[in-house]
C-alpha cells in the first residue's frame, strides 16, 4: 500500500516536473542586483561606535589632571587620616624587591629596549591605518 503511494507520488511529480517550463533571469540580473547593492550605504551593524566616548574621555583625563593638581599644588600640612596608620614597610622592606633594585641593565640592553618601544608604537598607527582601509573594500 505505501509503495502504491509513494508510486504514485513519483508519477505525479514527475509530470509536474515535465510540464514545467525553466525559469531564468532576465539578461541583465547580474547588473540590477550590483546597483542595489551598490546604492546601499554602510548599515547600523557595522557602524563604529568606541567602547568610551569622548565625553567619558573627557571626565576621566579631568579626574586624573584634577588629582595630580591637587597633590602637588596640596599644603605640606601632616594630616591625620586612616592611611597613616597601615604599615607599608611589608611592600619595601623584603626579599624580592631587594632583588629587583639590585638587578643592572647594560647600556645597549636599554638602548635596545628604547628602540622597540619606538618602533612598536609607530607600528600601531600605520597597522591601523592599512587594516581600516583593507576592511573599506
Not at 3 to 12: G, M, P, Q, R, V
Not at 21 to 29: A, G, H, M, T, V
Not at 78 to 93: A, E, M, P, R, V
Request: hydrophobic content about 45%; aromatic content about 14%; charged content about 25%.
Amino acid at each position: 500500500m505505501v509503495e502504491d503511494i509513494n508510486k504514485k507520488l513519483d508519477d505525479f511529480v514527475e509530470k509536474v516536473v515535465k510540464d514545467s517550463s525553466l525559469e531564468s533571469p532576465s539578461l541583465d540580473f547580474t547588473n540590477k542586483i550590483m546597483s542595489k547593492i551598490e546604492t546601499i550605504t554602510q548599515s547600523e551593524i557595522t557602524v563604529y561606535r568606541p567602547l568610551i566616548s569622548k565625553r567619558a574621555w573627557f571626565i576621566i583625563a579631568t579626574l586624573i589632571i584634577g588629582g595630580l593638581t591637587y597633590l602637588t599644588l596640596r599644603d605640606n600640612v601632616q594630616t591625620t587620616g586612616w592611611f597613616d596608620s597601615l604599615d607599608y614597610s611589608l611592600i619595601t622592606n623584603n626579599k624580592v624587591t631587594e632583588k629587583i633594585g639590585s638587578v643592572m641593565f647594560s647600556k645597549t640592553f636599554m638602548y635596545a629596549i628604547t628602540f622597540f618601544a619606538v618602533v612598536f608604537f609607530i607600528q600601531i598607527p600605520i597597522l591601523k591605518n592599512y587594516f581600516d582601509k583593507r576592511l573599506e573594500y
